[in-house]
């Protein structure tokens, strides 16, 4: 599965929920490599940045 096919099955992961919000959504793409989509739905972006500030602090603390 290519990236435009993945972003488009996370936003259609994301409207299918019902609720404003947001995901983002990382993948192996090859051996090496990573990628990451994201897709926000009715979610405000003030509130998109906290969440994300938030998810990113959790994870530095537990794996730092």
């Known amino acids: 599965m290519d990236d ?5 099955k996370v936003e259609q992961f994301l ?3 019902g609720q404003p919000g947001f995901i983002v959504f990382g993948y192996k793409k090859d051996k090496d490599q990573f990628q990451i ?3 926000f739905n009715q979610m405000p972006k003030v509130a998109a940045v906290k969440g994300l500030s938030k998810v990113l602090n959790e994870f530095v603390q537990r794996e730092m």
């Open 15 to 17: 409207k299918s929920l």
């Open 37 to 39: 989509v994201s897709s």
């Open 4 to 8: 435009q096919e993945i972003q488009k």
